[in-house]
């Protein structure tokens, strides 16, 4: 019987991931030059690097993985093209558009992997959850649509966190959050997450400040490697990229984005990871919930500072941890239900 949940398991993971390539394709395709920008950046050298967007060069392991991805999938059909074998339609195809959809097709199903092999009960409600979130990260239509190289592996990251969170794993949350930092920046916010180990007072005080000054030195070595201002996430000196005002205004104030004169309610980022945000909001107490709140508040509170806030790709990190926080409200309820206890809020594990 466990074989074939497994199986079926297996199916729908790679159902969905075949999704996730094509929609990704699609994405690539209308996003044109601007994404070849975000995933190619490394591909003429170092020193060309340093001309890379300011905010974005800290992501270096991201862009150098895609960087390389894109150089070893050029040389096929680069002589192919060169010797007439294909047109330049067909040549993008296979020398961009395949391989960044690969890449988001890749990261997305070692994170269904991950989840599914640690929350076996919460599997499918997982790996569905995982799915919709990206989706409506690059299929809902908004005139701020962006695919960038470290969206996926930023997704992946933050549900190893998750795992090794929920599992009380400190060496793999240690080491995720540390080389997650090259991926993408706010993965150093993880490290937070150390204070609420059943450690004493010091020991957890001494392992997270020592894993945020790794993530720091880490940080701020790519930033001087790249030329950036030492650790100088965005160009914060900057007050037009201070955003916090206006992303409060998209929020709050701004009507929906029209297309056609339709307006368009789905891309409010009220709703952002397929309302999972919304829904985590509302869930009361539980096993580590005002961990992952803080957590959460941590990189929402980041992302209105620096980010565009309708961008909701921006906001996959959360998702992990919010869909587990719903899953084991989710259970506690069902089983509450099925043997009459009081109700799940009123106790916390």
Not at 52 to 72: G, V
Not at 121 to 149: C, D, E, Q, S
Not at 207 to 228: M, P, Q, R, Y
Request: aromatic residues 14%; proline residues 5%.
């Amino acid at each position: 019987m466990k074989t074939r949940s497994d199986a079926i398991l297996l199916m729908i993971g790679l159902a969905l991931t075949v999704v996730v390539y094509y929609r990704a394709g699609v994405a690539v395709r209308e996003e044109g030059g601007r994404c070849l920008y975000t995933f190619a950046p490394l591909m003429n050298g170092f020193e060309g690097y340093r001309e890379f967007k300011q905010e974005w060069r800290p992501r270096l392991f991201s862009t150098f993985l895609s960087s390389e991805l894109l150089r070893r999938c050029d040389a096929g059909p680069r002589r192919q093209f060169e010797a007439g074998e294909l047109d330049q339609a067909l040549y993008l195809e296979k020398a961009v558009v395949e391989p960044v959809a690969a890449w988001q097709a890749l990261w997305f199903a070692a994170a269904l992997a991950c989840w599914s092999i640690a929350f076996r009960k919460h599997a499918l409600a997982g790996m569905l959850g995982l799915f919709a979130g990206v989706m409506f990260a690059f299929i809902t239509p908004h005139p701020n649509f962006r695919m960038y190289a470290w969206d996926a592996p930023a997704l992946f990251t933050y549900t190893v966190i998750t795992v090794a969170v929920a599992k009380r794993q400190p060496w793999l949350l240690g080491a995720t959050v540390f080389l997650g930092t090259g991926f993408k920046e706010t993965a150093m916010v993880g490290s937070v997450c150390l204070l609420f180990f059943p450690y004493r007072p010091r020991i957890k005080w001494a392992v997270f400040l020592g894993l945020a000054a790794a993530c720091v030195l880490l940080k701020s070595a790519i930033d001087a490697a790249t030329g950036n201002p030492v650790f100088s996430t965005m160009t914060a000196t900057d007050a037009g990229h201070i955003r916090i005002w206006a992303n409060l205004q998209v929020l709050l104030f701004r009507g929906p984005w029209r297309a056609g004169g339709v307006a368009v309610w789905l891309n409010t980022p009220w709703l952002v990871n397929a309302g999972t945000l919304l829904a985590f909001l509302f869930v009361p107490r539980g096993k580590d919930v005002w961990m992952w709140r803080l957590v959460a508040a941590l990189l929402v509170g980041g992302l209105l500072t620096f980010g565009e806030i309708n961008e909701t790709r921006i906001f996959l990190e959360l998702l992990p941890f919010c869909l587990l926080a719903i899953c084991e409200f989710t259970a506690r309820t069902l089983n509450a239900t099925e043997d009459g206890s009081e109700p799940v809020a009123a106790t916390e594990t």
